[in-house]
């Protein structure tokens, strides 16, 4: 994918770094969801940021059941400790590469929205 172009205003900047840092606030799937769709027609790289953090959160819940059904057999209990670290030091590091206009590409992501 190619990186969308910087934005211009520091509303957009916000947008931006509020998409990655909804883990946080509570609404994983459902701020960056309504940022995409409200910016895909305005600012790519608000929507660009946006779709990037809503492929990582649906990619966190589909990681989180299968963790759950490794519970079964132990190993999940691991899994699920791992996968809520990483979510939160990869969540940290968008939204300070986000806050620098740059654009971060969560690893291990189902790219599920294009």
């Given at each position: ?22 883990l ?22 608000v929507?660009?940021h ?10 966190l ?6 963790g ?22 990869c969540?940290?590091i968008?939204?300070?590469?986000a ?6 590409r ?9």
């Amino acid at each position: 994918m190619d990186t969308p172009p910087s934005p211009v205003g520091s509303d957009d900047k916000i947008w931006c770094v509020l998409s990655h840092l909804s883990l946080f606030l509570g609404v994983g799937i459902l701020l960056p969801l309504i940022i995409y769709w409200v910016k895909k027609q305005d600012n790519a790289w608000v929507a660009g940021h946006a779709k990037e953090a809503l492929n990582f959160h649906i990619t966190l819940f589909l990681y989180g059941l299968a963790g759950l059904l490794l519970c079964l057999f132990f190993i999940g209990f691991f899994f699920l400790w791992a996968l809520g670290l990483a979510s939160v030091i990869c969540s940290i590091i968008a939204s300070v590469e986000a806050a620098k206009d740059r654009f971060f590409r969560y690893p291990l992501t189902i790219r599920i929205v294009s």
